[in-house]
């Protein structure tokens, strides 16, 4: 009899669906854009989920709701859709924006550079994102596309790295996640989870150092974290965005500049100065940090000799303070 009920109310609730909907003309080709997307039985955010689907998949929508619905904080219709069983099923539109295969790659773009700023998202959901990019590589014809989904493939990594739970590394799917990337990340000791290598974005811009996307690629390289424990050591903070200085020899009239003079201003502090100026003993490691210090400050006002950025002033006169 139970049985007999919920079959009886699938049926109604699936019936309501159809008399409320409103067929389209034409069939109408979407995307979804956040991963794992849900798909109802019926037009509402409490009708059953039939299924998922993974992000960047494309759908034929065939009908649409009769009225509009607001799902967090997106008001917009519900879409019937073709789903990749035969079958067919309801989704969000607020979440499916509309797809033409001539402009994949920007929407796929779109999409993914979205996805990479959004808040509150796991491990799985950033495998995700990572997993559309590398199909977007594999799938770019023209060498500029190919760069940039290139990038966008390693700032996926970089953004999953971050959620890796060190408690499950020998579980799965985070070991065989580890097997692969091995190369590209490096174990956050200070902070948990991994970080990107930068060493994996500078390589990415030596291979397409001719095309206009690699000023990009070398400044994510300087932008990006990698594990440290400087706290409130000045020459430390100065070492760690020492990527800076060969942005400034490979670009010195790139696209970051003079925000690169600007915070390599901000870390050439009055300590660091004093620190590279100092005379004396003191053990290896404090001779060591001194000589490379010096080296990095003959090097630095070598690139920014270089540029002709208004920025490089008040550096140049910090740098004046350093008696090489």
Known sequence: MKYGLVILSLAMLTLSAQQDEVKLDAAQEKITSVSAMRVRRAPQVTAEEVMRLKLGTVVNAVARSANQD???????????????????GWLFGGLLPDYNAARRNELTRQIIETRLKA?????????????LAASSVREAKDVNIRAEFELLKLLALANQAGTFPDNLAGKSPYRE???????????????????????????????????????????????NPEPSDCEGDEVCHLFGYEG???YLNLYPNGAHVAEALKN?????????????????????????ERTDLRKMLVSLRTAVAKTSAPEKTELLKKLQKFRD
């Open 70 to 88: 607001t799902v967090a904080g997106k008001t917009d219709y519900w879409y019937r859709v073709n789903l990749p069983n035969g079958a067919t």
């Open 119 to 131: 808040e509150n998202t796991d491990f799985a959901d950033r495998q995700e994102i990572y997993n």
């Open 177 to 223: 996640w580890l097997k692969a990337h091995a190369m590209e990340v490096i174990q956050n000791e200070f902070a948990g989870g991994y970080s990107l290598r930068s060493d994996a974005l500078w390589n990415l811009e030596t291979k397409y150092h001719s095309l206009p996307i690699a000023d990009r690629i070398a400044w994510e390289a300087v932008e």
């Open 244 to 246: 800076a200085i060969k």
């Open 264 to 288: 390599l201003t901000d870390l050439l502090t009055d300590q660091v100065i004093e620190t590279a100026n100092a005379q004396g003993g003191g053990d290896q490691y404090v001779l060591q």
